[in-house]
């Protein structure tokens, strides 16, 4: 038996484009590969996540008009196809196997995850049937996703005399994420002695990121196959079962990368689809001469090319020659469309407008939040000419502890680095010098500023990076409290102060742009804090 695990990257709601997506895949599976079992990723017909369209009154119209025209098609393999699907007027996650112009098995998820990005009790019901069907001989059981992350739904298929699993994934991306799926696949098949064959969704959707890497493990728990990372692939895996014991014969098993070109590649991804899928021509964005920026921008390239990308340098009197001359560097090295835009008229007459209702006041950071303001104006009023995104610059670090300015440099569309804290933006830039010098060396060793007040640096305000980063990541992403920060080594103040710098800013995220998620807790879908609220530091 042939297998052909297809992973392909589809678009959220687009069900006409999404069937013929499958069909045209599964034609080419017949054709170049000789495939006699072809399988998709888990609600392939809607895309994953589709969320509250699930909602929407026609969605079992649509999807029942998508299965007919695939089994019109009589394609003559058995396809396996993610798809929602309603029965007695309870909505399922669901899959199909069809075979020339019929439905020969349907089966329901029946583990639901319901914490991070996923919330599928909300549209769901779980389904409680074990799935075993014959093809060419061999007892072959279906499941969903999460379905593998728990025991019992492949120990029920071992039982009812399964020799080969197939699960269908729409599995998002984060920070060594293959790594754990690898582990409880290993698992699974421990406990069960069945082989098992992994199929996952790819491509940005919104803030998330599906990686591919779709994967088949023989009955000893050896790795078989695996698909690329990042990018639509088929791969043909050849089984046959010999005295009652499944065989796989070994396939392609493609390169994986090291920890920070996957972190790149993700970012890389989900900034391209975002671009490609909501139909903008390009993207435009400020380029400071600081590290940000210069990340931002080596990214907007790698996912684009040069010619979709503006950057737009707009100094004011507290920009530094240094950042001129740096700005000017990265946009030369990477070819991009550069333009120097200074905002002092803008900002003086901002000033102006605002002389009586400022008689009697000093300076302070009202007037560093009119620098970021206009430059926002400028990128939000060219993004609107030329209908481009604007890409903000801030990274995770400042965006948790509001080190940004609403409708200044928040202003935009898309953050590619919302998810990236500090520390990491200059491993990824460091990263990026060694495929090809694009950031002046002194952009990563000079100290970070927003250049909004004479001399400033961050550190006037903040904690080190090198220190901000590690409570965050315990207060974020551990969900530790404020004690148990302490208690592991970090001095009282700092961590409370940060932590009050957390939870005061949450307004400032609520309304900031989306971004890639790739930590197990990005501020968007992961992180849903209220904006008002009585919590007490330290809980």
């Not at 895949?25 to 590969?33: H, K, M, N, P, T």
């Not at 984060?174 to 582990?183: D, F, P």
């Not at 560093?368 to 890409?391: E, H, P, T, Y």
């Not at 800013?505 to 998620?517: D, F, L, T, Y």
Request: net charge negative; glycine share 6%.
């Amino acid at each position: 038996m042939r297998i052909l695990m297809v992973q392909l990257n589809p678009l959220v709601g687009d069900i006409p484009g999404n069937t013929r997506k499958i069909i045209e895949a599964a034609s080419r599976g017949l054709e170049e590969y000789q495939a006699q079992v072809i399988v998709f990723p888990e609600l392939v017909l809607t895309a994953y996540p589709p969320e509250d369209l699930l909602l929407r009154p026609s969605i079992d119209r649509r999807i029942e008009s998508a299965l007919v025209e695939i089994r019109q098609a009589k394609i003559p393999a058995w396809l396996v196809i993610g798809h929602p699907s309603r029965h007695n007027k309870r909505l399922y996650n669901s899959l199909s196997v069809i075979h020339k112009d019929q439905c020969v098995a349907l089966y329901h998820k029946q583990c639901l995850p319901n914490y991070q990005v996923f919330d599928e009790k909300r549209y769901f019901d779980a389904g409680t049937d074990t799935c075993v069907l014959e093809i060419m001989g061999i007892p072959v059981a279906f499941s969903i996703c999460e379905d593998l992350w728990e025991k019992e739904p492949m120990k029920a298929a071992a039982r009812a005399g399964a020799k080969l699993m197939i699960n269908i994934n729409g599995s998002p991306y984060h920070k060594n994420k293959l790594a754990e799926r690898q582990a409880i696949i290993r698992e699974r098949v421990e406990e069960t002695g069945l082989a098992l064959v992994y199929v996952n969704q790819v491509g940005g959707q919104d803030e998330l990121v599906f990686d591919g890497a779709s994967m088949a493990y023989d009955v000893r728990g050896e790795l078989s196959a695996m698909a690329p990372l990042y990018e639509e692939a088929m791969l043909p895996l050849d089984c046959e079962l010999n005295d009652g014991q499944l065989q796989m014969q070994p396939s392609e098993i493609a390169p994986l990368p090291d920890f920070l070109a996957g972190v790149y590649q993700a970012l890389v991804l989900g900034l391209k689809d975002y671009v490609r899928k909501n139909g903008f021509s390009g993207v435009v964005l400020g380029l400071s001469g600081g590290i940000d920026s210069a990340l931002t921008l080596a990214i907007a390239v790698d996912a684009l090319g040069a010619d979709r990308v503006h950057a737009f340098m707009m100094p004011y009197t507290y920009t530094s020659e240094m950042s001129l001359q740096d700005a000017q560097a990265e946009a030369r090295a990477l070819r991009v469309n550069y333009q120097v835009i200074p905002i002092a008229k803008i900002y003086n007459s901002f000033i102006q407008a605002l002389s009586d209702e400022f008689v009697g006041t000093e300076m302070d950071i009202t007037e560093q939040n009119i620098q970021a303001r206009s430059r926002g104006v400028l990128l939000m009023a060219i993004s609107n000419k030329k209908q481009l995104l604007v890409l903000t610059t801030g990274n995770k670090s400042e965006l948790a502890v509001g080190y940004s300015t609403l409708y200044g440099d928040m202003a935009g569309g898309f953050d590619v680095l919302k998810d990236v804290p500090k520390m990491l933006v200059y491993e990824l830039s460091r990263y990026r010098n060694s495929i090809g010098s694009v950031i002046p060396q002194r952009v990563i060793d000079r100290p970070p500023s927003a250049e909004l007040a004479p001399d400033q640096i961050d550190e006037d305000n903040l904690p080190v990076y090198e220190l901000l980063d590690q409570i965050l990541e315990l207060y974020i992403e551990e969900d530790l409290s404020a004690e148990a920060i302490v208690d592991k080594g970090f001095e009282r103040a700092v961590v409370e102060k940060v932590i009050k710098l957390v939870d005061h800013n949450e307004h400032k995220r609520r309304q900031a742009p989306i971004g890639v998620r790739i930590s197990k807790r990005g501020f968007g879908r992961d992180r849903r804090y209220p904006i008002t609220s009585g919590w007490q530091l330290g809980d």
